[in-house]
């Protein structure tokens, strides 16, 4: 089919649809859809090879699916431009790192991070710290340590997968391969170490203080005892006065 005269052709009237959705922030990426529904946006990559997150993801997207791909880091600044996003799932990756401000812009409106299914070994606190989203970490290889546990406190663990939160590897062996929640609801600590520490360095500092008091408490002791007995024998130097 020609086109009519004075109008694109229909690779051209396609060029001029990209640049416009581009410069509109509202294209979907070639390997995505992007259904919308009740006027919202939602961008669906899941499955797609995917070994990088896309940079052309629209602007008003509020559901980001990112799931099952080949996604090894999530470097900074990787949303920043998607602050009406609301949920975004990298579950089922390959995700080793996670830069400290790769959700930066996200902070307020985001609800759900899915991480899990992954290949984090410690969380990136950094990262997920000012988040007010509900996390989700679970079958992830974690190393159980203070720093984990240190962590955890800080974020907004998902209720329904914090349970599935176990330890790959941990700082004490009987913790191998138990969930994590579990141990720290009964009231285990992998910080137990630190406050030990400071309680015996504690107990070092009174005990020097309290020798010290002691010694110069018998030094006084002894001085003024010293000091009677010169006294004394003062005294007794003294000539007795005869009588009438």
Not at 190 to 211: N, Q, S, Y
């Amino acid at each position: 089919m020609q086109s009519l005269p004075g109008l694109p052709g229909p690779s051209g009237g396609s060029c001029l649809l990209l640049l416009f959705c581009l410069s509109l922030g509202t294209c979907c990426p070639p390997s995505c859809q992007c259904p919308e529904h009740a006027g919202a946006v939602a961008v669906h990559c899941s499955a797609r090879g995917l070994e990088s997150i896309p940079g052309d993801i629209p602007t008003d997207a509020v559901l980001l699916k990112l799931d099952a791909n080949r996604i090894a880091r999530v470097p900074d600044g990787a949303f920043q431009h998607l602050d009406q996003l609301q949920e975004l799932d990298l579950s089922r990756n390959a995700i080793e790192s996670v830069a400290p401000a790769a959700f930066s812009g996200l902070a307020g409106g985001l609800r759900l991070l899915d991480l899990s299914h992954n290949r984090l070994r410690r969380v990136p606190t950094a990262a997920l710290g000012k988040l007010r989203a509900q996390v989700r970490l679970a079958h992830n290889p974690l190393h159980c340590e203070c720093a984990l546990q240190e962590a955890l406190w800080e974020l907004r663990l998902d209720p329904g997968s914090a349970h599935d939160i176990a330890c790959h590897t941990a700082e004490r062996e009987e913790f191998v391969g138990k969930p994590l929640v579990q141990a720290l609801d009964a009231g285990v600590s992998f910080c137990g170490a630190h406050p030990r520490t400071t309680d015996v360095a504690m107990l070092l500092t009174m005990f020097g203080w309290f020798t010290m008091v002691v010694a110069y408490v018998v030094y006084y002791v002894r001085q003024n005892q010293e000091e009677a007995r010169r006294h004394l024998e003062y005294l007794k130097s003294l000539p007795s006065n005869p009588g009438p």
